[in-house]
């Protein structure tokens, strides 16, 4: 059997529905990071309290408190993508173990799926996971440029390179901050296609449960009501 008969196994339904969950997850993360200037998200709030963090950040005596902030921002990035790169080893790890995959397959259903519609299945996780891994790594780093521009920011608020270099810490942060949140989302969703181990259907409602999740949070939750008081 050839591979392109392999992949007509996938049929229609599996086709639209891991489509979708690629679409989904670029749209939402479009959507956080755009969002219309009445409902901003808990990310673009963050970002609003970034840059406040580093003004504040310029007149305070010692700093200490900012280096730790910092540091626990970095330990967080650190976490996360050793995290996914555990989820990834243990994901190729099945993919290329054909009999646990056998046993997968036995286990979910009962027709005869070639052993590599369900490696199609597990690499889509897989892609989800490595992408988020880059995110944290490269958030991780960012946070670290933020903390030399931070170091370089003069004691004395009276310098005037002290607030253009502090905004420019704010910016790192933020954008450090956006990776970090483009990880979590593509954890999200690497979760969601797991489901796609159980069929199509499962897979879209997987989809749609993660983007409520992600989406909830982001614009109806308690933290963003909070974020919002400053501005009511």
Known sequence: MTLFNHL???GLFDAIAAGLIVLVWLTIGWRIEHPGAKHPSVTILMSQRRRDWMKVFVTRQPRIFDSQILAGLREGTAFFA???LFAIGGVLA????TE?????????????VPVLIWQLKLALVALFLTNGFLKF?????VFGYCAVVMASVPEDQSDPIAYPRAAQAAELNIRAALNFNRGLRSMYFA???LAWLAG???LLLATGAAAWMIWSREFASIPRDVLMGDDR
């Open 8 to 10: 007509g196994l996938l």
């Open 82 to 84: 050793s995290t996914s």
């Open 94 to 97: 099945l993919l290329g173990n």
């Open 100 to 112: 646990s995959l056998r046993g997968v397959a036995a286990e979910v259903t009962d027709t005869q």
């Open 137 to 141: 790594v490269w958030a991780n780093r």
């Open 191 to 193: 979760l969601a296609a």
């Open 200 to 202: 199509p259907f499962a």
